[in-house]
């Protein structure tokens, strides 16, 4: 792999969906709301979650393919004195919201990162479980469409933290769901781990991938998939916690067979996407894959520039990461940090969906937002056309020193709308809140999923005895169809165009069954037909009536003959 490293003088990208978290003290409190005002660019907050006592942070953002949003965050209870998962949920584009599930635990639940496959709308949310001091398991939690269920994905005597799923998008349909996490070995030393999934999140393979580099920290793993189905991950690393952090990305393919670096059909190289050659270190990567192109990708990223400024930053590449190029979202001596960004496209299952790459990120103590389309990911822009605090409240803005914010993106029917959420104090506590540009059209109408198969009328045969061995197989299907067949007597199934006929049937009982395939890749079937064939046997011609006609055509030749030579006879006479 070839990788040139150039700088460019772009505005940020901005994406579809961004997720920020905060993690604060536990003496500060924060909840969830959506947020803007009159003379502000987008709507007016609605809160998610309003609480004055409890703390509400690290916020994780989805949607689902009906329109429906849905917000993960840990939620500090008091009466406990730990966290528990809280997951809430709006069907009005965020306007209002109320709480959808609840995760806890006799222990403290940590970190939530969800993911919402568009495919059949299933809910992944993994997060973090302290079992003591010195170890935090990985735990996901799936919602099925009617109930959750809790699965362990790495629980194991060492400290794993800051899970990051994703879908993958390409193949939803076949069940794969990534993690990347962090592995603590000490103080100088993280590991990447991938776990994976191809169960619907039933089960877990925990080192599916893991890389180890000794005395090096790799933190702030963040993982996306691509078009074309490869899975990215990308993430900082540096010794120790100083500041001259390397910004890497690694990928791979499903096809992998697990563990380390080694087998060269995963993260067969590593590409460097920012190296602080200037010694201005970079963290907090966040990445995201475009759904119309397979070799557009966007990472956004945290750098250092002293220790009361810090820029946001991205790097793309065109080539599927072969090369990268980056350069600065926003260089100004305010404190810019924890960019996370999006791409148009996530809650749908379409794979070649063109918009925008989305990043929201806090500029000082409010949040900022940017986009850039889909193929010029050097481009950013503000929206709607100058820099503006999407927090356009009285807040005092949120707690910087941790991720904050979330985005996901929705569709109006024609375009994508961003929708984000962060922490901001409004009062005695932090609380969180959710927005969108104001001039996003009014609630879109959001089809609901096809999962519905098609039904299958088999019109012949019929149940009944067929007296010739072509039986003619003619149906209706109640919707267009992708693949139709039929299976006779429990056979392999025969793939046909429409009505066909069944030729050289033998005599005897059959059975029918018809499938078909909609556009969605629902498969209906029909009921059995049962019927039989029963051709009748010919009788061989009686060999008494061939010898009365042979007899009967001797005996009028003869006759003939006769006739003739009398005719003669008499004409001589005459």
């Known amino acids: 792999m070839v990788i040139r490293l ?3 003088d772009y505005l940020p990208i901005c994406l579809l969906a961004v997720t920020f978290i905060s993690a604060s003290a536990s003496t500060i409190v924060t ?34 393919s009906n329109g429906n949003l849905y917000v993960a965050y840990q939620h500090y209870d008091s009466s406990f004195e730990g966290y528990r998962i809280y997951i809430s949920k709006s069907t009005d584009a965020g306007q209002t919201w109320a709480i959808f599930h609840t995760i806890q635990k006799i222990t403290s639940l940590l970190h939530p990162s969800m993911s919402i496959d568009p495919y059949d709308n299933r809910i992944y949310v993994a997060y973090e479980e302290e079992v003591s001091t010195r170890n935090h398991d990985i735990l996901c939690s799936v919602y099925t469409g009617t109930e959750w269920m809790e699965r362990k994905v790495d629980d ?10 994703t879908s993958d998008y390409q193949f939803g349909s076949s069940n794969y769901q990534y993690i990347s996490y962090e592995n603590v070995v000490n103080h100088n030393d ?20 893991y890389m180890t580099i000794a005395a090096d920290v790799i933190t702030h793993t963040d993982i996306t998939t691509s078009q074309d189905g490869h899975i990215y991950v990308a993430y900082a690393i540096g010794h120790d916690y100083d500041s001259q ?11 992998y067979t697990g563990g380390s670096n080694i087998n060269n059909r995963w993260f067969e190289n590593i590409a460097t996407v920012y190296s602080p050659n200037d010694l201005y270190g970079g963290s907090w990567p966040s990445i995201a894959a475009s759904h119309s192109d397979p070799d557009y990708l966007v990472i956004v990223f945290q750098r250092y520039v002293t220790s009361t400024n810090d820029d946001v930053c991205y790097a793309y590449t065109d ?16 404190n810019e940090r924890h960019p996370i960004v999006v791409v148009d496209g996530q809650g749908s299952s379409s794979t070649s969906i063109s918009g925008y790459f989305r990043v929201a990120y806090y500029h000082g103590l409010f949040t900022y937002y940017k986009q850039a389309y889909h193929n010029t990911p050097g481009n950013w822009n503000p929206y709607p056309s100058r820099p503006n605090p999407i927090s356009c409240s009285s807040g005092t803005g949120a707690n910087d020193q941790v991720k904050s914010i979330s985005m996901t993106t929705q569709k109006d029917g024609g375009s994508w709308w961003p929708n984000v959420v962060w922490t901001d104090s409004r009062g005695s506590s932090y609380d969180l809140y959710s927005t969108t540009p104001r001039n996003n059209p009014i609630l879109p109408e959001f089809p609901s999923a096809d999962t519905t198969p098609p039904s299958i009328s088999v019109l012949s045969p019929e149940n009944k005895t ?32 429409g009505n066909t006929t069944l030729s050289g049937l033998p005599d005897g009982m059959h059975s029918l069954i018809v499938y078909a395939e909609d556009a969605a890749g629902n498969t209906g079937a029909s009921e059995i037909v049962y019927f039989s064939v029963e ?19 001797i005996f009028g030749a003869i006759l003939l003959v006769y006739f003739k030579e009398i005719k003669k006879t008499t004409e001589k006479v005459k």
């Open 6 to 8: 150039k700088k460019r």
């Open 31 to 64: 909840d969830v709301r959506h947020q803007g005002t009159e003379s502000c660019y987008w709507m007016l907050d609605s809160p998610i979650l309003e609480d004055d006592i409890n703390e509400e942070s690290w916020p994780s953002m989805a949607a689902d």
């Open 156 to 165: 194991d005597a060492q400290n794993d933290c800051f899970p990051s799923v």
């Open 190 to 209: 993280r590991d990447l781990n991938v776990a994976k999934s191809a169960d619907h999140g039933n089960s877990w393979e925990k080192n599916w991938h």
């Open 245 to 255: 952090k390397y910004i890497y990305v690694v990928y791979g393919d499903r096809s």
């Open 319 to 334: 080539d599927g990461g072969s090369s990268w190029y980056w350069g600065n979202i926003s260089n100004t001596s305010f």
């Open 466 to 497: 067929y007296l010739e061995d072509d039986v003619s197989l003619a149906f209706t299907v109640s919707e267009s169809t992708s693949w139709t067949s039929y299976s006779l007597d429990g056979q392999m199934n025969v793939t046909i165009n």
């Open 535 to 553: 051709v009748p046997e010919l009788e061989l011609f009686p060999v008494w009536i061939a010898a009365v006609i042979v007899i009967l055509f």
